[in-house]
């Protein structure tokens, strides 16, 4: 792992030689000279790891190289933010000013020069620990780098549980039938068992769902707190105000009790630990007798028989069939294991003790290895499982972080700055990954890849390896949201303590740590009000998690810029700010910045500034318009607003030729904004309430040849037919009124695979023309007043999935949908009765999963 921190410093050093060119000037050389230092002790970390002696000595030189590291960015870093504080200053203290800059310069060549030292001392400790060096082996880096043009693969496991039929069985029987009192369920078991597994698959049975309109799923973690559950709980089944999340403890659990009143609900408590946090909990959940169930899982048999009156479901280790059935679906996919290496994989299955975790886990490793009798017999002579005494499960983790190639190693301890059970916003995850300097792939062939596409790649290598789970999907395959096991969460945690590479805090920590990466779960005003400014003055990155409903005041905002001086990754959270404070651009390393402020003036000018800034994520803030400085910030590569934000004039001749994702913007209405020349390389656009005259106006807006993704929202009006590029694959509508020549637009694009309609309103009928949507995959139609569905001959010829929801005004489905061999899946939700009591009487093919809710009776 050092070589890993040290080769990322490497990179962010050269990347600060490029950008920060301006601020160098002076110590470029000393600052150019000391990467090279750290490249060349990169490369002898790397040629040496395996010959290390087994010294525990060897491990304080390790640890001497990584701070060495750390310095080094320290020093630089502060320099650069120095000389930009400078030049902010009055320009007609010029005497003071070039006394302070040949200062500043004497000192940080002092500094390399004393780094530069310490260097070559431990060139001379590496002779003494007995650390030999070996010849770089070219084809074993060679394989280690994938090939990132290879198409992406999907995620092809079944979602079902291997194993625990009966007891998914007896699950859903226990919730759907018996006593019309309140209920409680439970399991229990060891961590890694699959007790969330279990649940979430009766959570999500057909026949649940249908039985209890009203569900929540909550997470409990160790850290309990009973307000943020309770508030967690009302958000699953009620509509979140600000008065609600103003409420007290009490106040919660009377609104609680009201929300759940009257309804038969389903609440799963999942991983909760103490027998005194479920007596909190309990009190709530009222008693209509009308067959209500609260379910809990949990890793303590004494809560388990403390919560339910009848005895708790013990989730027991797998039988040896099903150990096997789980390996094999993991390691193959869906083939069948090699006769010769069946018995080397039945040994490997048996030293898991029938642990769920411990199987997925080495399947995935050894999916990603080569498929040979040599490899498996020297993992089954080189592992020592001690499962069964190993509730963590932390060895098997460990080895299948130890397998990952060093450029996966920092992105997975990342993971670590995540909450317990937390749906991680893939889109989010990935820019984080960019902002930190963590994609690091810098052969030919990922010269012309984007870094968000390496970013993908990386992820579906850790989906691969089990050690992400894909919680959700996006309609075009991709990973919408992912989590971690709790284990896996436990195994970046003690990883990343090891290596000093990030710290999670739940209150502001009473030892002195000097954190690189903080993840903040407490109230951010507290925390910035009590941290010690010489330990968090190392921070590069604070990721805050508790929605703190106090806004961030003028001292809040002082003490965090006086704090976290070197931030390069600032995200506050779901909680709002009263506005963005002109020293925002203290912040001058910042590239990532997520941020609700409630001030509809938002964004001041000296936010354009921060010329190192990538992602600027202002959804769900009350802004007007953008300052008209954010034409100059070169390097941002996403915005994210909500409507009705607008961007400036465009007063600026620079644009942001960087600029892929920018959502959502509302029309100018002086037209001066042209955002295809402004920003020529996007490829996702969301555009709030959209309206359309002219043909030269649609240029200005879509004469963009990389654009994959257009989405409208709130009321968009089509008076023209919209020219779109044909690049598209998704389009997204909310709100909008489509003429024929629009839908016939639509049906030309040659790439469009997903068209979702929200609230669309037609004439008298939507027609897909003869040859139309040639690739299209999904369709989606919600609140829609579509009365009639036309098919031309040859339309649609690909169509996988079609989702039809709210739609009361519609009459029947074309016939031919019914023929087609493509279509998978029909969705048919909140229908009118008469019509979905027709469909259920039509006879449809077996391959087609028709899916009708509510159930014809």
């Known amino acids: 792992m050092a070589d890993t921190v040290v080769s990322t410093l490497v990179i962010n050093l050269s990347q600060l030689l490029v950008n920060e060119v301006n601020f160098l000037l002076g110590v470029e050389v000393q600052v150019q000279a000391l990467s090279k230092e750290l490249e060349y002790m990169n490369t002898f970390l790397k040629n040496s790891e395996g010959k290390r002696d087994p010294h525990t000595n060897v491990m304080v030189l390790?640890?001497?190289?990584?701070?060495?590291?750390?310095?080094?960015?320290?020093?630089?870093?502060?320099?650069?933010?120095?000389?930009?504080?400078?030049?902010?200053?009055?320009?007609?203290?010029?005497?003071?000013?070039?006394?302070?800059?040949?200062?500043?310069?004497?000192?940080?060549?002092?500094?390399?020069?004393?780094?530069?030292?310490?260097?070559?001392?431990?060139?001379?400790?590496?002779?003494?620990?007995?650390?030999?060096?070996?010849?770089?082996?070219?084809?074993?880096?060679?394989?280690?780098?994938?090939?990132?043009?290879?198409?992406?693969?999907?995620?092809?496991?079944?979602?079902?549980?291997?194993?625990?039929?009966?007891?998914?069985?007896?699950?859903?029987?226990?919730?759907?039938?018996?006593?019309?009192?309140?209920?409680?369920?439970?399991?229990?078991?060891?961590?890694?068992?699959?007790?969330?597994?279990?649940?979430?698959?009766?959570?999500?049975?057909?026949?649940?769902?249908?039985?209890?309109?009203?569900?929540?799923?909550?997470?409990?973690?160790q850290n309990f707190k009973l307000k943020e559950l309770l508030l967690a709980i009302i958000k699953e089944v009620a509509p979140m105000t600000d008065e609600i999340s103003e409420m007290t403890e009490e106040e919660l659990k009377q609104e609680l009790k009201k929300q759940l009143s009257h309804h038969r609900y389903l609440v799963v408590v999942d991983d909760i630990w103490r027998r005194q946090d479920w007596d909190e909990l309990k009190q709530v959940f009222p008693n209509d007798k009308n067959g209500s169930r609260v379910f809990v899982t949990t890793r303590i048999k004494e809560v388990a028989f403390q919560a339910s009156v009848n005895p708790p479901l013990e989730l027991r280790f797998l039988y040896d069939y099903e150990s096997w059935e789980l390996f094999t679906k993991k390691v193959f996919r869906r083939g069948v294991c090699p006769a010769d290496l069946e018995p080397l994989g039945k040994e490997i299955v048996a030293k898991c003790g029938g642990l769920p975790l411990a199987i997925v886990v080495l399947g995935g490793l050894l999916a990603c290895r080569e498929k040979t009798y040599h490899t498996w017999k020297n993992m089954v002579g080189s592992v020592d499982w001690h499962i069964a005494q190993d509730p963590q499960c932390l060895d098997i983790l460990g080895l299948s972080y130890a397998d990952l190639p060093p450029y996966l190693q920092p992105c997975f301890l990342y993971l670590g700055l995540f909450p317990e059970d937390y749906k991680i916003p893939v889109r989010q995850l990935i820019q984080l990954w960019i902002s930190e300097g963590l994609i690091q792939h810098e052969d030919n062939k990922s010269k012309t890849l984007r870094k968000e596409d390496v970013s993908e790649n990386?992820?579906?290598?850790?989906?691969?390896?089990?050690?992400?789970?894909?919680?959700?999907?996006?309609?075009?395959?991709?990973?919408?949201?992912?989590?971690?096991?709790?284990?896996?969460?436990?195994?970046?945690?003690?990883?990343?303590?090891?290596?000093?590479?990030?710290?999670?805090?739940?209150?502001?920590?009473?030892?002195?740590?000097?954190?690189?990466?903080?993840?903040?779960?407490?109230?951010?005003?507290?925390?910035?009000?009590?941290?010690?400014?010489?330990?968090?003055?190392?921070?590069?990155?604070?990721?805050?998690?508790?929605?703190?409903?106090?806004?961030?005041?003028?001292?809040?905002?002082?003490?965090?810029?006086?704090?976290?001086?070197?931030?390069?990754?600032?995200?506050?959270?779901?909680?709002?700010?009263?506005?963005?404070?002109?020293?925002?651009?203290?912040?001058?390393?910042?590239?990532?910045?997520?941020?609700?402020?409630?001030?509809?003036?938002?964004?001041?000018?000296?936010?354009?500034?921060?010329?190192?800034?990538?992602?600027?994520?202002l959804r769900r803030s009350r802004i007007n318009v953008l300052p008209e400085g954010i034409w100059n910030m070169q390097q941002l590569r996403h915005l994210y607003l909500d409507g009705p934000s607008r961007l400036p004039k465009n007063a600026s001749e620079k644009g942001l030729s960087n600029l892929q994702t920018l959502c959502y913007v509302s029309k100018d209405p002086t037209g001066r904004v042209h955002i295809a020349e402004k920003a020529p390389n996007l490829r996702k656009l969301g555009l709030y309430g959209y309206q359309c005259y002219s043909s030269d106006e649609q240029k200005s807006t879509f004469n963009l040849p990389y654009l994959e993704s257009l989405k409208f929202a709130n009321e968009c009006n089509f008076e023209e037919p919209v020219q779109l590029p044909p690049t598209i694959t998704k389009i997204s509508i909310k709100g909008a009124y489509l003429q024929p020549e629009t839908i016939e637009i639509f049906q030309n694009l040659p790439k469009l695979r997903i068209l979702k309609l929200d609230g669309a309103s037609f004439d008298d009928e939507m027609v897909f023309g003869e040859d139309g949507f040639p690739e299209l995959q999904l369709l989606k139609i919600e609140n829609s007043s579509i009365v009639k569905w036309k098919l031309g001959q040859g339309a649609v010829p690909k169509l996988k999935r079609v989702v039809i929801n709210k739609c009361p005004g519609l009459k029947m489905l074309p016939k031919e949908l019914w023929d087609m061999t493509t279509l998978q899946e029909l969705e048919l939700l909140w229908l009118p009765k008469s019509f979905t009591k027709t469909i259920g009487e039509i006879k449809k093919r077996d391959e087609l999963n028709v899916v009708i809710y509510p159930a014809v009776p």
């Open 62 to 221: 390790v640890d001497q190289i990584r701070e060495i590291a750390r310095e080094a960015e320290d020093i630089v870093d502060t320099y650069v933010v120095n000389v930009a504080k400078q030049r902010r200053q009055n320009k007609a203290v010029k005497f003071f000013r070039s006394f302070d800059r040949a200062t500043m310069l004497y000192n940080i060549g002092e500094q390399i020069t004393q780094l530069k030292t310490s260097i070559r001392e431990i060139y001379e400790n590496s002779s003494k620990y007995h650390i030999q060096q070996k010849d770089i082996d070219e084809a074993d880096q060679e394989s280690q780098r994938l090939d990132l043009l290879q198409k992406r693969r999907m995620q092809v496991e079944e979602d079902d549980v291997v194993g625990f039929v009966q007891e998914a069985k007896t699950l859903v029987n226990q919730l759907v039938e018996g006593t019309e009192e309140l209920d409680v369920i439970s399991i229990s078991g060891m961590g890694g068992l699959g007790k969330t597994t279990l649940a979430r698959k009766v959570y999500k049975d057909v026949f649940v769902r249908d039985r209890f309109r009203c569900r929540a799923w909550v997470s409990v973690s």
């Open 458 to 617: 990386y992820l579906q290598q850790l989906i691969d390896r089990s050690l992400i789970q894909v919680e959700e999907r996006r309609s075009d395959g991709g990973v919408k949201t992912c989590r971690v096991h709790d284990l896996i969460r436990d195994l970046c945690l003690k990883l990343s303590e090891k290596e000093k590479f990030l710290e999670s805090h739940s209150s502001v920590p009473s030892s002195q740590t000097k954190p690189r990466r903080l993840s903040i779960h407490c109230s951010r005003r507290e925390y910035i009000l009590n941290v010690d400014p010489s330990n968090s003055c190392h921070v590069r990155t604070l990721l805050c998690f508790n929605q703190d409903s106090h806004k961030l005041s003028e001292q809040h905002w002082e003490l965090l810029f006086k704090s976290f001086k070197l931030l390069r990754v600032l995200d506050l959270g779901d909680g709002e700010v009263h506005r963005l404070p002109k020293a925002i651009d203290k912040l001058i390393l910042l590239k990532y910045l997520r941020v609700i402020t409630a001030d509809i003036a938002g964004v001041p000018l000296s936010i354009c500034a921060l010329h190192n800034l990538q992602t600027l994520d």
